[in-house]
């Protein structure tokens, strides 16, 4: 279970550092015509982060102490 937690944590919180640090994401919904949308990014992506550094901490030390 901590394992399959860390991988899930590890790999959401690089998914979301890509988006958020990168313009990958932006030119992506300008290729696909939702470019108004650019704006509200920050507001979900952001959220994310956090959550999955938090599930990847949470991993972690449930992984320590065990």
């Known amino acids: 279970m901590s394992n399959k937690l860390l991988k899930t944590g590890v790999i959401g919180?690089?998914?979301m550092a890509v988006c958020?640090?990168?313009?990958?994401l932006?030119?992506?919904f300008g290729v696909?015509?939702?470019?108004a949308l650019v704006?509200?990014?920050d507001?979900?992506?952001l959220p994310a982060l956090v959550i999955f550094l938090?599930?990847?901490a949470y991993a972690l030390w449930?992984?320590?102490h065990k």
């Open 54 to 56: 938090g599930i990847t």
């Open 32 to 35: 696909i015509g939702l470019s």
């Open 13 to 15: 919180t690089v998914i």
């Open 39 to 41: 704006g509200y990014l």
């Open 20 to 24: 958020c640090f990168t313009p990958l």
């Open 26 to 28: 932006v030119l992506f």
């Open 43 to 45: 507001n979900v992506l």
């Open 62 to 64: 449930k992984k320590k």
